[in-house]
């Protein structure tokens, strides 16, 4: 059974960090794209950024390229995205996903003072 | 960018009556390797998305055969034979032929 478990959402204050993970089980990690969708309060998906399973192959969208960062760490079956410069606008459930297949349950992030 | 646009916003439908959504893409989502990759998710009230439907007509597995996809080049449909209690929720398009990937604003269905 496929499993997406993600960690590291919380409170942070404008202009913070934060480190999401996804823990990945149930499938061959390391073959396929892995995705960050995020979802605001009340609001619909938004895609956030993906990775490639080959080296050096990542997307990110304008609202956080720059800012953001996705890496996976394929012997341990985890996907990551390091976020920096948060802002209000960010605050949302941050889902991951494998090639938008399998969905986690979602990390609450919320960037508030 | 690709702009996924939905219709209806909102679908009221009777248990057992059929429901039809519709997604608009703004420019084909043919892919280059001749897959169209459009899918098809569901929401319910309080939960993650789940995929149904994949390449526009493909059902995902444990998928009951009432949903179906269809449509071709920027047109596509999600139809629901009849609608049980357990399809409420919202549903949405998206595209992954090209980065970014982009999603329909959702469409609420709700038992009349």
């Known amino acids: 059974e496929v499993q ?16 999401l993970s996804c823990a990945a089980s ?4 390391s073959s396929y794209v892995m995705s960050w969708v995020r979802q605001a309060p009340g609001e619909g998906l938004e895609w956030v950024s993906s990775l ?3 080296v050096g192959k990542t997307y990110y969208s304008d609202s956080v390229r720059g800012r953001f ?4 760490d394929n012997s341990k079956n985890t996907l990551y ?11 949302a459930v941050y889902y991951c996903a494998n090639s938008v297949i399998s969905w986690g349950q979602g990390t609450l992030v919320t960037v508030s003072s | 960018d690709i702009v996924m646009t939905q219709t209806p916003l909102s679908s ?23 897959n169209t990759y459009l899918s098809w998710l569901q929401q319910r009230p309080g939960q993650p998305p789940r995929l149904l439907i994949y390449k526009i007509s493909n059902r ?14 920027t047109d596509f449909t999600l139809k629901i034979s009849r609608v049980e209690a357990e399809d409420v929720g919202i549903y949405y398009c ?5 980065f970014p990937l982009t999603f329909g604003g959702g469409t609420k269905v709700e038992i009349k």
Do not use: K, W, Y
């Open chain 1, 26 to 29: 149930g499938f061959t990690f």
């Open chain 2, 60 to 73: 995902f597995s444990g998928v009951p055969d009432r949903f179906s996809g269809s449509g071709a080049g």
């Open chain 2, 12 to 34: 009221p439908v009777t248990l057992g009556q059929p429901a039809s959504i519709s997604c608009r893409s703004s420019q084909s989502l043919v892919h280059s390797d001749g």
């Open chain 1, 52 to 54: 490639g399973t080959s």
């Open chain 1, 4 to 19: 997406l478990l993600e960690s590291g959402g919380g409170l942070v204050q404008p202009g913070g960090s934060l480190r």
């Open chain 1, 81 to 91: 995205l390091q976020m920096n410069s948060l802002r209000a606008e960010d605050t």
């Open chain 2, 94 to 98: 998206m595209q992954a032929s090209q």
């Open chain 1, 69 to 72: 960062t996705i890496s996976r």
